[in-house]
């Protein structure tokens, strides 16, 4: 195991630890923190409020073993006529379907996360990817589950065509620097509650 690799290990047991102690009301909490930072976020960041204005389709995902939820958000993408969708996996591949309702569209799938069951949308149709992470540094850096999904799937893209990554995250998921190895993709934007 490289050093990278057990640095990744290390954190990923660590913050797994932190989360199990949250309880369902600060969870809740977080939820409506975290719409409530997107939110500000639109209004102090032009740049990203324009990628905002100018999606169709943000990927959201259900959240997961004490994972920020973005429930709240993924309703105020609806709000604002984008079209949500989650993740599902199939072996080492993701990919993303549509969500309208996912009180009644998700089941639970692969790893026991909730997933949908609809027709995958194409790739390049996600215009804007909210992302979870174990942990996030300042400058866009994560550590992920340890499964690479994400970043097989955004490494898909041409750099220049890839849709905006916002990595969100809790305060105690914010670290000053996380390993990263050259195969990791960086968020654009990190949003922390």
């Given amino acids: 195991m490289s050093d990278i690799s057990y640095e990744k290990a290390r954190i990923r047991a660590q913050i797994r ?37 100018k999606a169709e389709t943000v990927a959201v995902y259900a959240a997961f073993g004490g994972e920020l939820p ?13 079209k949500t969708v989650y993740p599902v996996t199939d072996g080492d ?20 996360i909730m997933e949908p069951s609809s027709k995958a949308v194409p790739n390049d149709s996600v215009d804007i990817v ?13 550590v992920g589950m340890g ?23 809790m305060q105690f998921q914010m670290m ?7 195969s990791d993709i960086f968020a654009d934007v990190v949003l922390c509650v």
């Avoid at 709240?72 to 006529?81: I, S």
């Avoid at 097989?152 to 995250?169: A, H, M, Q, T, Y």
């Avoid at 000053?176 to 050259?182: G, N, Q, S, W």
Wanted: aromatic letters at 10%.
């Fill in 93 to 112: 591949d993701m990919y993303f379907c549509e969500v309208k309702d996912p009180s009644k569209e998700l089941h639970k799938g692969r790893f026991g």
């Fill in 176 to 182: 000053t620097k996380v390993p990263c190895e050259a």
């Fill in 130 to 142: 909210i992302m979870p992470g174990i942990a996030y540094d300042e400058e866009g850096g994560r």
């Fill in 17 to 53: 630890e932190q989360r199990k102690l949250l309880g369902e009301e600060e969870l809740k909490r977080a939820d409506a923190d975290l719409e409530a930072e997107f939110e500000l976020a639109l209004k102090q960041d032009i740049f990203l409020k324009n990628r905002f204005e």
């Fill in 70 to 82: 973005c429930d709240a958000l993924a309703k105020f993408c609806r709000k604002n006529k984008k």
């Fill in 147 to 169: 499964g690479g999904f994400y970043d097989r799937w955004i490494s898909s893209f041409d750099e220049d065509k890839r849709p905006l990554l916002i990595g969100v995250c």
